[in-house]
């Protein structure tokens, strides 16, 4: 799965790494993701074609396809302790956009 966003003003970069971190180990721990990633835009006139005006994108990355699925019912069913962890990431972004991808083997 890949986000792009933009972060609230007012929050910064290791902010919102901090609050990512638990949210992916919480989720690395109920056994979905295997690992995760925080990329900080590059500007640069040649790649920025047509790309949303975003500054963050992340990374999760799942065992798998089914486990990605299981992942998004978690997340919606909004049970504690993970509700609290998913609203702490949110509260920090805004724009944001998602998309979920399968890798090719």
């Not at 949303?52 to 978690?74: G, K």
Request: aromatic letters at 16%; charged letters at 25%.
């Amino acid at each position: 799965m890949f986000g792009a966003f933009n972060l609230r003003k007012g929050i910064d970069l290791p902010a919102f790494k901090q609050a990512y971190d638990v949210l992916c180990e919480h989720l690395n721990q109920q056994g979905y993701v295997h690992s995760w990633r925080l990329w900080e835009r590059a500007y640069h006139s040649g790649y920025d074609t047509r790309f949303p005006e975003v500054a963050v994108m992340v990374e999760m990355c799942f065992h798998d396809y089914e486990a990605s699925l299981a992942c998004w019912d978690y997340v919606e069913a909004g049970e504690e302790p993970l509700k609290t962890i998913h609203v702490a990431v949110n509260s920090k972004v805004v724009d944001s956009l998602f998309v979920l991808y399968r890798e090719l083997t």
